[in-house]
């Protein structure tokens, strides 16, 4: 079974503070995705990436940057967190394939910036 | 660009009663699509996909999924709801970039199933 882990659950944070969320999977799988999840508006795809060192963005990526030095590790950076990135995080990682290749998802970090 | 309607961000049946989860796609190529399934304080779970092959898709935990290009539908059924199906479920659509394929989800239907 493909196994993603998030570092963290649950994360409290302060404005300003840069925060760094992380992400690794052991499935050697190319892809790896960054979403948050806000009540009301679903799964929204902050940044992804198809191999190490490449990225690109996803639908939302202002405010975050990510980082990808070994294929299993993808790392999501708020530069300085504010209130409104309060929200539901989620790691995700699929195989390389023409769309039919399934997205497996940790069970994600909740983070609070006060 | 891809996109996903779920009709009903929230879903009330009677255990044993039929489950009936509605989504509409619009995809400009022949669509590869998801239901996932979101248990509390977890993050989402494969039901089903869609990849073409037939159009009556069999997932896990009793729940199929019928694709009609006609109607631009991926239904979600289970005959028999059962207390443990409450959860959270999305429906997604893949899209091909070039360099990944990313997924645009739907903004999710929240089942309560009661006794």
């Known amino acids: 079974d493909v196994k993603v882990t998030q570092s963290s659950r649950y994360l409290v944070k302060r404005t300003g503070e840069k925060v760094f969320l992380e992400c690794v999977q052991d499935m050697d799988h190319e892809n790896m995705f960054w979403y948050r999840q806000d009540p009301g508006l679903g799964l929204r795809l902050i940044y992804f990436s198809y191999d190490v060192k490449m990225k690109e963005k996803g639908d939302i990526p202002e405010g975050y940057s990510v980082s990808r030095e070994k294929k299993e590790r993808f790392s999501l950076i708020l530069e300085s967190a504010s209130t409104n990135q309060t929200s539901m995080y989620l790691c995700a990682s699929s195989l390389v394939g023409a769309g039919n290749q399934p997205q497996h998802f940790g069970d994600g970090t909740r983070l609070s910036i006060l | 660009a891809q996109s996903v309607t779920q009709l009903g961000s929230h879903v009330s049946v009677s255990e044993g009663a039929l489950v009936l989860l509605r989504c509409n796609y619009s995809s400009s190529v022949p669509p590869y699509l998801f239901w996932y399934v979101q248990y509390p304080n977890q993050g989402l779970q494969l039901l089903l996909k869609?990849?073409?092959?037939?159009?009556l898709v069999k997932g896990i935990n009793g729940f199929e999924a019928e694709f009609k290009k006609s109607e631009t539908s991926f239904h979600l059924t289970k005959p028999s709801a059962h207390m443990s199906d409450a959860a959270e479920y999305f429906c997604a659509v893949s899209e091909n970039t070039g360099t990944a394929s990313k997924l645009t989800f739907g903004t999710g239907t929240r089942l309560q199933v009661t006794l």
């Open positions: 869609y990849t073409s092959a037939a159009t």
